[in-house]
């Protein structure tokens, strides 16, 4: 990095920075310090740790595996620490002051997507500048408790939903304070939470269900009838309420509970205690659907209770998966559906409103398309 006098670090001392707590990856003569960056990633911290201590050329001109924008490399610059040397090469040599740009892919101008700001998923990580942030936007200042803010803003509805919808980064993927008072651990919810309390439920009512059953492969079909219908739920749910914009109405109201449905998590969509519904927020949703299960199959409690169980089911793994979309290096066969979900985010919100799977999206023709054209 030219204008800063760097240390030199030998190939075994890099490599003993390979753990969470510390680690370094080097890209040719660069040695970058990513610890900070491990827990945000948008592929997990998985992937970034099976290449602490090692050069990470090859994965980055690797675009089939990882597409990496301008921000990631912005993102490396900031945290080069040293030079890679032999033992026998004198600290202060030349040759160290190699950089980056000659030793990974081309950059490429990438197409910017104009309501959003970004052009890649590595944008979702790139960490705001909270100051310049709000003197430039005049929206949120992320200092401060979040929700009385929307609700004093005084914010058109337009202004909030090109704002909103406009993703911030928190302090490395930390949760922004919400209220900021005794409510803050009511708007947080680890991931584990959704099954540790909603698989038992279904257990047991799947329990209650089957002893109207004589056929247990009876039983089987309306529990799976159950997570199909939950499928389509999520698609309406996800693009009917969550993204009614157009139909939001132009106050205060109606513009602080979008925020609190759906709202802050694109605001912040990498944070990780703000992506699973929280428990309470939930019951008030399913309720609804308990009912409707009763009474569109009203001549068989038991057969409303197992489809009403496998939606439930559905919403367990849709939950799941979408914490997993954001926050985890994923099998071969998620890959595409984690970029297909984090296009939505930083491509086109108002397209690609299936999160387990894109079905609907083809069906009712919102599909998103995430190959990003380059200039």
């Known amino acids: 990095m030219p204008g800063r006098t760097l240390p030199t670090l030998t190939k075994s001392e890099v490599e003993s920075h390979n753990t969470a707590k510390s680690c370094y990856v080097t890209i040719g003569t660069n040695v970058y310090d990513v610890t900070d960056f491990v827990e945000s990633h ?12 090692k050069d990470v050329t090859e994965i980055l001109k690797d675009t089939d595996s990882h597409k990496h924008s301008d921000s990631a490399y912005e993102i490396l610059e900031e945290s080069h620490v040293a030079f890679l040397v032999t033992e026998k090469l004198a600290p202060n040599g030349k040759v160290q002051e190699k950089v980056a740009d000659s ?49 004093n803003g005084g914010f058109s509805k337009r202004f ?57 492969l009876a039983l089987g079909a309306s529990w799976v009838f159950g997570v199909f219908i939950w499928t389509l739920v999520e698609y309406i749910l996800h ?18 509970l979008h925020f609190l449905l759906h709202g802050v998590h694109h605001y912040l969509p990498m944070d990780k205690y703000r992506l699973v519904m929280p428990p309470t927020l939930f ?17 068989n409690w038991h057969l409303a209770t197992a ?23 994923l099998p071969l066969w998620y890959k595409e559906l984690k970029k297909y979900h984090l296009a939505h985010h930083f491509l086109d919100y108002e397209l690609g409103f299936g999160v387990t799977s894109r079905f609907w999206d083809r069906v009712f023709g919102t599909e998103l398309v995430t190959v990003v054209k380059t200039k």
């Open 42 to 53: 948008p592929g997990g911290p998985d992937l970034i740790l099976d290449y602490a201590g």
């Open 103 to 151: 030793q990974i892919n081309e950059k490429v101008t990438t197409y910017v997507h104009p309501r959003t700001g970004m052009s890649c998923e590595e944008d979702l990580s790139k960490e705001t500048d909270y100051s310049t942030d709000y003197k430039q936007h005049k929206f949120l200042d992320l200092n401060k408790p979040l929700l009385m803010q929307v609700w």
């Open 160 to 216: 909030y939903l090109d704002q909103v919808h406009r993703p911030r980064h928190y302090k490395g993927g930390a949760s922004a304070p919400l209220f900021g008072n005794f409510l803050e651990p009511l708007s947080l919810t680890p991931w584990w939470m959704v099954p540790l309390i909603w698989l038992p439920c279904v257990s047991y009512g799947t329990y209650l269900a089957s002893q109207g059953f004589e056929n247990k």
């Open 239 to 256: 693009r009917c309420l969550f993204h009614l914009d157009d139909y939001l109405p132009d106050n205060r109201v109606g513009i602080t």
């Open 283 to 299: 019951l008030v949703l399913a309720t609804p659907f308990w009912k409707l299960a009763h009474t569109l199959f009203y001549w």
């Open 307 to 329: 489809i009403y169980c496998g939606g439930i089911f559905g919403y367990i793994c849709y939950d799941l998966t979408h914490y997993f979309l954001h926050h985890q290096n």
